[in-house]
């Protein structure tokens, strides 16, 4: 059984392109989270999606981002009109999510975005 | 959520017990007390979850006073691999998304 997956890993854009990472979750996992991460900082929440629903995104910034999670393929997370400050660590994570407190989230590896 | 307050780092040598401890004055009824480890560039990684008393499992041990109002994540002998930040977490029964702070950068030096 695969983890999380991520890609790309590394990704660099100029000012102003876009950006897509991509977040296959855990088999049998409907259950996604989104978390960015600045150097020398804790993970921040963005998004918590399920299978064609976003269940909670008051993390995400009002402009310019946008995440998905379409009924067949992976999560998507878009950034549009890239700027210097949106570098950082973008972490996806995921859980089958029963009934409950969140016993255990599965992380990927991980898409460290670099903006130039 | 509760907020959750733990040392911004700590030391240790290999072989040694670290104990880290986590303080979350406003913990609720049905709030449980998770632990994350990440590594440089990795993703966190779950490592224990408990509610109260004691949990121990093949990796660490976390210790729950009575009033829960905070926990003690216990790492027998460790060794160089555990240098990582280590996260806090409370989680509600219903919550729908973990909260991360900015955990305890633990260094482990031979």
């Known amino acids: 059984n695969a983890g999380v997956m991520q890609n790309p890993r590394h990704l660099v854009r100029r000012r102003g392109q876009e950006a897509r990472l991509r977040c296959s979750p855990m088999?049998?996992?409907?259950?996604v989270y989104w978390y960015r991460q600045l150097p020398e900082e804790g993970l921040k929440f963005m998004v918590y999606?399920?299978?064609?629903?976003?269940?909670?995104e008051s993390g995400m910034p009002k402009e310019r981002f946008s995440a998905e999670f379409p009924k067949e393929g992976p999560s998507i997370l878009r950034i549009q009109q890239v700027v210097r400050g949106d570098s950082a660590a973008y972490f996806c994570?995921?859980?089958?999510?029963?009934?409950?407190?969140?016993?255990?989230?599965?992380f990927g590896q991980g898409t460290r975005l670099t903006v130039v | 959520l509760a907020k959750t307050t733990q040392p911004i780092s700590m030391d240790s040598y290999e072989g040694q017990e670290v104990n880290i401890t986590c303080s979350h004055n406003n913990i609720a009824t049905n709030d449980y007390i998770t632990w994350y480890q990440q590594f440089p560039s990795q993703g966190p990684r779950f490592i224990i979850q408990?509610?109260?008393t004691k949990v121990t499992n093949e990796v660490a041990s976390l210790f729950i006073p009575a009033d829960r109002k905070s926990s003690t994540l216990s790492l027998p002998r460790v060794s160089l691999s555990d240098t990582a930040v280590y996260y806090c977490l409370v989680v509600s029964y219903n919550t729908d998304k973990l909260i991360f702070g900015t955990g305890t950068r633990l260094q482990v030096f031979p």
């Open positions: 088999k049998g996992h409907s259950h």
């Open positions: 999606l399920q299978k064609e629903n976003i269940i909670d």
């Open positions: 408990g509610y109260k």
């Open positions: 994570a995921s859980s089958p999510r029963q009934r409950g407190p969140i016993t255990e989230a599965f």
